[in-house]
């Protein structure tokens, strides 16, 4: 499944195909998520409810693997960024 150029250039979410406005996008310019996006320059965006799934399955996925946030408080700053991601996409958070 490719991604249309629409979603390479952030129009559109990554994931769902909704279409995004710069009030509802949440930029994954960071890449903490595989989005399995092959280009060298691209720009993907997120609408809330999806980025907010997707930052919060890879933050369950790295506290299984990361022998600090699975043991210890504080996390990792991996572990502390992708829960804050998780939090700022979450679609039922104030604005
Ligand atoms: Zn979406
Ligand atoms: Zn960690």
Redesign the pocket.
Same mark, same amino acid.
């Given at each position: 499944m490719g991604l249309a150029e629409e979603q390479v250039c952030g129009r559109r =979410?990554?994931? /769902? *195909?909704?279409s995004l406005n710069n009030g509802t996008a949440i930029d994954l310019g960071a890449r903490e998520v595989d989005t399995r996006g092959g280009g060298a320059r691209w720009f993907p965006r997120? =609408?809330r409810? /999806? *980025?907010h799934k997707h930052f919060g399955d890879a933050h369950q996925a790295h506290r299984d693997n990361c022998t600090q946030c699975s043991t210890t408080l504080p996390w990792c700053t991996t572990g502390q960024r992708l829960f804050a991601a998780a939090m700022k996409a979450d679609p039922k958070a104030r604005r």
């Open positions: =979410c990554v994931w /769902c *195909a909704a997120a =609408c409810p /999806c *980025a």
